[in-house]
């Protein structure tokens, strides 16, 4: 009996560590998936389809914050510089094992990384920055509301 309590205690404990961890757990593999779909469709966003199906991640309102870039504060600005400056130029990947994702209650979730910018032309992987999205969850639909991109810089690989 005792063995049975020690294992049903294990479990829970191992539970609740999942729900408090930000690297794993059912929020985590939701907006991971949603990260992962979205910059699919931006790494893709030259062709006009991907970058429409981009688009419609974003909240008509979002703000967009880019150390480099400056402020946009539409997605209709947004996605006007994405297509300027992104498209065809670069793509953009996650670094392995850097997000993070946090639980806003009643709202939805932040998420935060570190991503890696490649050449289209050479593949050549060369820019890397930090970034936080707060994702808001409406009748089961998940929108990013806010971006920050900050701190780009050159990749540094170590020898």
């Not at 404990?13 to 907006?31: K, M, N, T, V, Y």
């Not at 504060?73 to 094992?97: F, H, I």
């Not at 970034?131 to 009748?139: A, G, H, S």
Request: charged content about 20%; proline content about 5%.
């Amino acid at each position: 009996m005792l063995a049975c309590i020690a294992a049903i205690a294990a479990i829970a404990a191992s539970h609740a560590a999942a729900a408090d961890d930000p690297q794993q757990g059912p929020l985590f593999d939701e907006i991971s998936a949603l990260d992962k779909a979205s910059f699919d469709a931006f790494n893709r966003c030259a062709d006009p389809a991907q970058s429409e199906r981009y688009a419609s991640y974003f909240a008509p309102d979002i703000e967009f914050y880019h150390d480099n870039g400056g402020v946009t504060w539409t997605r209709d600005e947004m996605m006007a510089s994405t297509r300027k400056y992104a498209c065809g130029n670069y793509t953009r990947q996650l670094v392995p094992g850097t997000l993070k994702v946090y639980p806003v209650k009643g709202f939805g979730a932040i998420s935060q990384g570190t991503h890696e910018f490649c050449q289209t032309a050479t593949g050549k992987c060369e820019g890397t920055a930090e970034f936080v999205m707060i994702w808001r969850k409406t009748d089961g639909r998940w929108l990013v509301t806010r971006t920050l991109s900050y701190g780009h810089r050159p990749v540094e690989r170590k020898p």
